[in-house]
């Protein structure tokens, strides 16, 4: 018996939040890890660089735009390469997530995105040679009119 559209619907929604919430446990389950993608694409992207190498000496002896391109061939697979090497880490250097904060409604919070910087302690004011009063315009203003009285010009 074949699903109806709103069932069909419903586990779309499922899927998307499952590679939303754990994107290792949905590759593992599709039956492709991220390391195996990451590890194709930065292949392909050397492959392609190797061919943007190709094409940029052909650029040379036939036609300056060919090199052109050819460079532009070569940036391109070089910064998808170093996204895809970038983007493998090993399992340990994964970031910790945090525990999960449930609501008021039941439901869990997850906290995502970059991670919270701890406040930095306030620093201790510098005490310099020179009377360290007031702002910093006021110090040059105290300077410039010390300067005028004594005649330093």
Known sequence: MPLSEEELRLLEQMERALVEEDP??????RGTSLRSVARRRAILAGVVFIGGIALLMVGVTVH???GIAGFL???G???LGLA??????PSAAQP???PEAPTADGLTLIQGGRKQRRPKAPKAPKQSRSRSHGSFMERMEQRW?????SGGF
């Open 84 to 89: 895809a090497i970038r983007g493998q880490r």
């Open 96 to 98: 910790q997530q945090a």
């Open 73 to 75: 061939v070569m940036l």
């Open 24 to 29: 290792k446990f949905a590759s593992t389950l």
């Open 145 to 149: 009119r010390r300067r005028r009285e």
């Open 64 to 66: 300056w735009a060919w």
């Open 77 to 79: 697979a070089a910064t």
